[in-house]
Nanobody, 124 residues
Framework: QVQLVESGGGLVQAGDSLRLSCAVS????????VGWFRQAPRKEREFVAA????????YYGDSMRGRFTVSRDNDKKYVYLQVDSLKPEDTAVYYC?????????????????WGQGTQVTVSS
């Protein structure tokens, strides 16, 4: 049973930083990747970043470079998303998800397991 559990969201002020965590269990730790997506009210789910579990190769959404950093801890089986200089437009539910090897990591529909999401609210 593959499970992903996010944590670390909350209410923060603009300019603050936040680190989201995703605990990964049950997945074969060869070749898969973990991605972060976010979804704001009345908007489509948006790709934020992804990291391959074995090599640590990272991928970012086009508008995500610079303030978002994805990393992993293989021993503890966590994937992290560091978000700096938060803006009100970063307000969304942030999800982590797991993808099998060889798929486009920017496409939410190709991920096969999802966490429940964690809410991030940024006040101005």
């Amino acid at each position: 049973q593959v499970q992903l559990v996010e944590s670390g969201g909350g209410l923060v002020q603009a300019g603050d930083s936040l680190r989201l965590s995703c605990a990964v269990s049950g997945r074969s730790y060869l070749g898969f990747a973990v991605g972060w997506f976010r979804q704001a009210p009345r908007k489509e789910r948006e790709f934020v970043a992804a990291i391959t579990w074995s090599s640590g190769t990272t991928y970012y959404g086009d508008s995500m470079r610079g303030r978002f950093t994805v990393s992993r801890d293989n021993d503890k089986k966590y994937v992290y998303l560091q978000v700096d200089s938060l803006k009100p437009e970063d307000t969304a539910v942030y999800y982590c998800a797991s993808a099998p090897p060889g798929v486009s990591l920017r496409r939410a529909g190709l991920y096969d397991y999802w966490g429940q999401g964690t809410q991030v609210t940024v006040s101005s």
